[in-house]
């Protein structure tokens, strides 16, 4: 019996979605108990060959491709949602690599926890071309998002939750919670997330407690593009329009702009403990994040 859906979106990343199914097929799990559902973003590469290649490589994994032609991680991580069979659905992104006993660490954790229903896993950052000078832990956040919160399955800290690239929920919860909001979330390569902290802030609002799993592990794969100047302050914009949509959607406008002022207090005195271009760089941060979130 299918105990629990791996679900991959994917959009023009054939090479790296195939190292990530690399990872998927070597799983520790019995085959028997799970699935891996690709939900294919509107590609216009060769993943849907590159797919079906592999696929028939690996007949004991029940590895599925679907097609989801409305562009953004939102549709395409609702799309898996309700492709899914199994009662657990796991979600991982295609740039990410996965541990051996991810699966089974799901699997384990809800067993021995049947009031769970949502649950996050630690997150490795892992820099093909090293991790750079100017990158302090604050910094890395927005580019990363690493994750690791000790040896131990406990509720995530407060004023954290899970990545979207490593989450899992039993499907009844995310469905009835409405799963992604589709005005949020990336499309191609506009940068604005926040779909997962959404479905997330809705959940604690409902009362649900968010697990960590220590050894759910994934690896982000980061290469050097991710990694420019261009990019981060690109980036970081883009998270700032990420926290302004959310807080007009849960009504919290004046208090997310509240925060963000406590947060410039808080960088200049973090610009003090760290080294010149750290402190250059987290600069660039937060003020990027403030334009975006007091844009219009």
Sequence with gaps: ????????????????????LG?????EADPALWECVVVDNASTDDTAERFAAFAAEHPRCALRRVYEPEPGVSH??????????????????????????FI??????????????????????????GRPRWMSKYTEMPVANPMDFGPAVRPFPR????????????????????GF?????????ELIGGEENDLFERMLRGGETIWYVPDAVIRHIIPPEKLTESYFRRLCYNVGRSQRLRA???GRRHKARLLELLKWCATLLLCLSLRPGQARWLLRMRREITKGLFGK
């Design 159 to 178: 004023g954290r939750v899970p990545g979207g690239g490593n989450m899992a929920f039993r499907r009844a919860t995310a469905e009835a919670y409405g």
């Design 248 to 250: 007009a959607i849960h």
């Design 181 to 189: 909001d589709v005005t949020l979330g990336r499309v191609g390569r």
């Design 76 to 101: 395409a991580r609702n799309r898996g949602l309700q492709e899914a069979q199994a009662a657990i659905v796991a979600w991982v992104d295609d740039d990410e690599r996965i541990d051996g006993r």
């Design 1 to 20: 019996m299918i105990r629990l859906s791996l679900v991959i979106p994917t959009h023009n990343r054939a090479a790296s979605l195939l190292a990530l």
């Design 23 to 27: 990872d998927v097929v070597r799983q």
């Design 104 to 129: 089974a660490s799901y699997l384990d954790f809800f067993d021995a926890h049947p009031d769970a229903a949502v649950a996050g896993g630690r997150i490795v950052a892992e820099y093909v071309a």
